[in-house]
């Protein structure tokens, strides 16, 4: 969980710099923390209400990003679940049938 905490800094790193991108990085390091974190949870809740009380501003540069960053946070939200879901997936129980020693 530390590594993800630590890809999920350098993701917000890359956000704020230019120098690499940090759409990946929040990506894999949320991937590896996991949906039901509640530390996680209650960043992207902050985030998504902030970005909705900014696709409401009276300012339409304000307005117009914020709307673009709603349909990539909920697009890759849905890339980091669908992600989640196939590398965390239950495995079958063994078979409980037994075969006779010979």
Not at 10 to 19: N, Q, R, S
Not at 28 to 51: K, Y
Not at 52 to 61: A, Q
């Amino acid at each position: 969980m530390m590594t993800g905490w630590l890809l999920f800094g350098i993701g917000i790193l890359g956000a704020l710099l230019p120098i690499f991108p940090g759409l990946p990085f929040l990506i894999l390091g949320s991937a590896m923390i996991g949906p039901r974190n509640r530390n996680l949870r209650w960043l992207r809740v902050q985030g998504r209400s902030l970005l909705r009380y900014l696709s409401h501003s009276r300012i339409p540069l304000f307005s117009g990003l914020a709307r673009i960053a709603r349909r990539v946070v909920y697009h890759a939200l849905r890339l980091l679940f669908r992600l989640h879901a196939r590398t965390h997936q239950a495995t079958p129980p063994p078979s409980s049938e037994h075969r006779p020693v010979s």
